[in-house]
């Protein structure tokens, strides 16, 4: 059983800072490439950022420069440092990761989703 919960999300105005956490637990036994995507009504999840074990990071054009991902694998967790928010990054944000569990089998988890809304 692994689960991830996501912390950090809320109302900002535009030109603000957020901070979203995802913690993994569970029967972890490896994990891989985590990121965060996102999602507005009416449209398809899109990816924000990943980051690799190595720490390679990758982002969207739109929002390079001003969110940076991050990982501390010491406690399972991936962050989303998100700067100069912009109205239109106003979603529903959810952290994505690739675990190998105990048993070696490895999948894909995804967090529960948490609102970010960015005000004009």
């Known amino acids: 059983q692994v689960q991830l919960v996501e912390s950090g999300g809320g109302l900002v105005q535009a030109g603000g800072s957020v901070r979203l956490s995802c913690a993994a637990s569970?029967?972890?036994?490896?994990?891989?490439?985590m990121g965060w995507y996102r999602q507005v009504p009416g449209k398809q999840r899109e990816l924000v950022a990943t980051?690799?074990?190595?720490?390679?990071?990758s982002y969207a054009d739109s929002v390079e420069g001003r969110f940076t991902i991050s990982r501390d694998n010491a406690k399972n967790t991936v962050y989303l440092q998100m700067n100069n928010l912009k109205p239109e990054d106003t979603a529903v944000y959810y952290c994505?990761?690739?675990?190998?569990?105990?048993?070696?089998?490895?999948?894909?988890?995804w967090g529960q989703g948490t609102q970010v809304t960015v005000s004009s």
């Open positions: 994505n990761v690739v675990i190998g569990t105990i048993s070696e089998r490895w999948g894909i988890y």
């Open positions: 980051i690799t074990r190595g720490d390679r990071t």
């Open positions: 569970g029967n972890i036994f490896s994990i891989s490439t």
